[in-house]
């Protein structure tokens, strides 16, 4: 399997909060940017700040897949987990960068294929390209959605499968679009972050294709 190696990231590790802060953001996130995923779609869809989910008592899942489907005013990406519950897991999501930085803890393996994910993101009218970071910690993966646009993003997780949902807005303004998430974590403290820049790789164009049925 081959994943591309990421632009330049800064990310800290801390035993109750692990903090994405891109080198262009230039500050890090504040308290009450944290929230939490919840356990079903609300129509709560967020702008920015970082999601955190999952258990962390969940160690060594499987991530079978990384799939996506349009459907009726937003597209849904969804993470396909062996595993009893979501592993604890963290979405910084980033509207000045049109991205959203995932990194999925509890040593989790790698079982989807990476060419079929990158293909399955050709057909996307709303991402623009996927990176597949290399596994470089063992008690973690990240992985990166960089959007066409600034989009508002739901996420959510649901069981029997295990999977986590990203569900980003496509078409016009159907439901609320709330800055502040009805379970927004209050981190009072975190360490400082400190700077990591792997080797750069030429981002993959993924033009828009036809659409195909999941």
């Known amino acids: 399997m081959t994943f591309s190696t990421p632009s330049r990231w800064v990310f800290s590790l801390t035993p109750f909060l692990f903090l994405l802060w891109s080198v262009s953001g230039g500050a890090a996130l504040e308290p009450n940017d944290v929230r939490e995923a919840l356990p079903k779609k609300t129509e709560s869809y967020l702008k920015e700040g970082l999601v955190t989910g999952g258990d962390r008592q969940i160690q060594s899942g499987l991530i079978k897949n990384i799939r996506r489907a349009s459907n009726g005013g937003y597209e849904r990406i969804v993470i396909d987990i062996e595993s009893e519950k979501a ?62 646009s600034a989009t508002p993003v739901e996420i959510f997780e649901l069981s029997a499968p295990t999977r986590i949902i990203f569900d980003l807005k ?45």
């Open 87 to 148: 592993p604890y897991y963290q979405v910084s999501v980033e509207p000045l960068n049109h991205r959203m930085i995932t990194t999925i803890f509890g040593g989790p393996r790698l079982g989807l294929d990476a060419k079929k994910v990158v293909d399955a993101f050709r057909k996307s009218l709303v991402v623009s390209r996927v990176e597949l970071f290399p596994k470089v910690e063992e008690d973690s993966w990240t992985f990166a959605l960089y959007l066409k």
């Open 170 to 214: 496509s078409g016009p303004a159907t439901a609320q679009l709330v800055k502040k998430h009805p379970h927004s974590v209050n981190h009072r403290k975190s360490a400082p972050v400190k700077n990591y820049t792997p080797a750069s790789h030429p981002p993959v164009d993924l033009a828009p294709a036809e659409e195909v049925p999941e």
